[in-house]
């Protein structure tokens, strides 16, 4: 049997050594981001439901370095946008370039053409650059001069961005956050990782060399198609679809809040709870899978009242609260 540690890896295709190869993933971004363990797996969570991830934290919380980790890991082709304010959406997608040597426009591709897209603090840019994203995120395709044209196999954007506070910045519309899977928060990190992550400066460590790190692909396309065919077989009784209905209509029932869960956001938990379970080595999803996952999933899709949020109620603490009232089935 092969080791799924070892440098091939990412050319097996069991499930069994899908799940080790996915579980040495995470051990290899822990070589270059110290504590960030939810946001990890949040990466791990979104590769396997073919997702989209929005990362959010104050400068310096190492955002762009977990995502640099987690592509210097993968076997996969990486492409990074630093998005700002006079970055214009044919930098992103691409544009016709004219030949003079033809006399024709052809294609050139633009970033978005990879397997792994790091959008680079997203919200310092305009809305329409940011709304360019939205055809590839959603279809996995862009369209230039009336040309559909595919994006490749697996495709996947990791975005970072500031608190919404800090000037400069541009929110992103409301049609643009659903597209994300997940919305995981960047927090800053407790006193013992602090001092690793000084300790790690201390000794050498280089956040611009991965390689220098030790950080290594230990996971590629064959790897992810054996992970989310094994995910596809995670059964989900009728109790669970239920229950993560349920939890989506109160949500557009709280007082609390103007903008509910819409049903794509139902169908996006139901698969990040049964990328969870199959990730902790279930093959059938509890509601503690749903609850584990809720916050991420469904943080971003919500929209608080003007009147809520001065009272200091945050979308976190609304799901908190719609978790603990919903029925859970037993």
């Given at each position: ?140 395709q862009v ?45 800053l990190p ?137 029925p859970v089935?037993?």
């Amino acid at each position: 049997m092969m080791d799924p540690t070892t440098d091939n890896a990412g050319q097996t295709g069991d499930p069994g050594n899908a799940r080790a190869a996915l579980e040495a993933l995470r051990a290899e971004i822990a070589k270059a981001v110290v504590g960030q363990d939810p946001a990890v797996t949040g990466l791990v969570v979104a590769l396997l439901c073919r997702g989209h991830v929005l990362l959010e934290g104050v400068p310096g919380v190492a955002k762009t370095l977990l995502v640099r980790a987690l592509a210097s890991a993968l076997e996969l082709d990486t492409k990074r946008v630093q998005f700002t304010p006079d970055l214009m959406p044919s930098d992103v997608t691409g544009s016709l370039v004219y030949d003079a040597r033809t006399a024709e426009f052809s294609f050139q591709p633009g970033p978005v053409f990879t397997n792994l897209l790091l959008a680079d603090e997203i919200n310092r840019t305009p809305p329409k650059t940011q709304s360019s994203l939205l055809e590839a995120m959603e279809e996995r395709q862009v369209t230039v001069d009336g040309i559909p044209r595919p994006l490749p196999e697996p495709f996947l954007v990791a975005a970072t961005q500031n608190p919404v506070e800090y000037e400069g910045t541009y929110p992103l519309p409301e049609a643009q956050l659903d597209r994300f899977l997940l919305k995981l928060t960047i927090p800053l990190p407790s006193r013992q990782d602090e001092i690793n992550v000084l300790t790690r400066h201390a000794e050498g460590f280089n956040p611009r060399d991965l390689r220098a790190a030790g950080v290594r692909p230990v996971a590629g396309r064959a790897v992810l198609d054996a992970a989310r065919a094994a995910v596809a077989k995670t059964t989900i009784s009728p109790e669970i679809t239920a229950y993560v209905v349920d939890i989506c209509r109160a949500t557009r029932e709280s007082p609390s809040l103007i903008l509910g869960v819409s049903p794509r956001g139902a169908t996006a938990l139901l698969a990040t709870s049964r990328a969870w379970a199959w990730l902790t080595g279930r093959d059938y999803v509890t509601p503690d899978d749903v609850k584990a996952l809720a916050l991420p999933t469904l943080r971003h899709r919500v929209q608080l009242r003007p009147e809520a949020e001065m009272e200091g109620v945050t979308a976190d603490s609304v799901i908190n609260a719609i978790l603990a009232h919903v029925p859970v089935p037993r």
